[in-house]
């Protein structure tokens, strides 16, 4: 048998604008600007953040070339959330699985963005090598979003 354990984790960011406006901005301008300084990619193809939608990366990682496919395999919007997940169908080594689930939670006049990261690399060594890589390349973003969806003088920037 077997057994295998995913390593997950999750970073919540509260932001000032309402959830819907934030979705909105899930784009490709916003992508870039989520990058980590400890990787560099460029982009070769991305749809969007709905239902079937495609990332495409060539991607440095640790200076090594790696290319990097993903597909959005869900989508879901109610009164309360918004989200989407992509999910890796190409991954770089040691990935051997990824999922990111995007979460947008509705507060009173304000939104809570959770990046709900699961991922395995080929064997447990790797797992808790790159665990705090991949963690600090996603509480980078905290302060990201932060800025980007500021509400100043009462509008949108």
């Known amino acids: 048998m077997l057994f295998f354990i995913l390593m997950r984790f999750q970073v919540k960011t509260k932001v000032e604008q309402d959830f819907k406006s934030v979705h909105k901005q899930f784009n490709l301008l916003l992508f870039m600007k989520l990058k980590s300084p400890l990787m560099s990619f460029i982009v070769k193809r991305f749809d969007g953040c709905n239902l079937g939608d495609i ?3 060539d991607a440095k990682i640790l200076f090594i070339k790696q290319y990097w496919l993903a597909e959005i395999i869900e989508a879901k919007e109610t009164d309360e ?3 989407f997940v992509d999910t890796g169908v190409k991954t770089p080594f040691p990935i051997k699985h990824w999922t990111h689930k995007h979460r947008i939670i509705k507060q009173s006049k304000s939104s ?3 990046d709900d990261i699961t991922f395995k690399t080929s064997n447990f060594i790797f797992d808790m090598i ?3 890589v991949v963690y600090v390349q996603f ?3 905290k302060h990201i979003y932060k800025n980007y ?3 100043k003088d009462g ?3």
Do not use: A, G, S, T
Request: aromatic share 24%; hydrophobic share 55%; no cysteine.
């Open 81 to 83: 959330e918004i989200y």
């Open 139 to 141: 509480y980078w973003r």
């Open 112 to 114: 809570v963005i959770i």
């Open 55 to 57: 990332i495409e990366l």
């Open 130 to 132: 790159l665990f705090p």
């Open 155 to 157: 509008h949108n920037l």
């Open 149 to 151: 969806f500021k509400v």
